[in-house]
């Protein structure tokens, strides 16, 4: 079991950068994958990063790759998101997630993950 508590949302410019952080439970953390997940109003829910359980691997889909960056710190339990240039097309609830190791599913796949947080609200104006 794996509980998920997230911080670091916040609303900034165009342009700017706002870094997310992931704090999870248990001694187990480092057994999980860990995605980046967010919803923007009256959409579905979009992958944003994915990060493997010894933080080897990376994935982002095209919309955020070169500007936000996945790590984890497995002796501290966390998983940052830095977010630079960001766009107003950025601006949604990002959402925590955990899974255990499925290297059959891909990482993008919702469904997969076990594990959410409550999510935080990041605001980019146009």
């Known amino acids: 079991q794996v509980q998920l508590v997230e911080s670091g949302g916040g609303l900034v410019q165009a342009g700017g950068s706002l870094r997310l952080s992931c704090a999870g439970s248990?001694?187990?953390?480092?057994?999980?994958?860990v995605g980046w997940f967010r919803q923007a109003p009256g959409k579905e829910r979009e992958f944003v990063a994915a990060i493997s359980r010894s933080g080897a691997s990376t994935y982002y889909p095209d919309s955020v790759k070169g500007r936000f960056t996945i790590s984890r710190d497995n002796a501290k339990n966390t998983v940052d998101l830095q977010m630079n240039s960001l766009k107003p097309e950025d601006t949604a609830v990002y959402y925590c997630a955990a899974r255990v190791a499925a290297p059959y599913r891909s990482f993008w796949y919702r469904a997969a993950y076990d594990y959410w947080g409550q999510g935080t609200q990041v605001t980019v104006p146009s």
């Open positions: 248990g001694r187990t953390f480092s057994t999980y994958d």
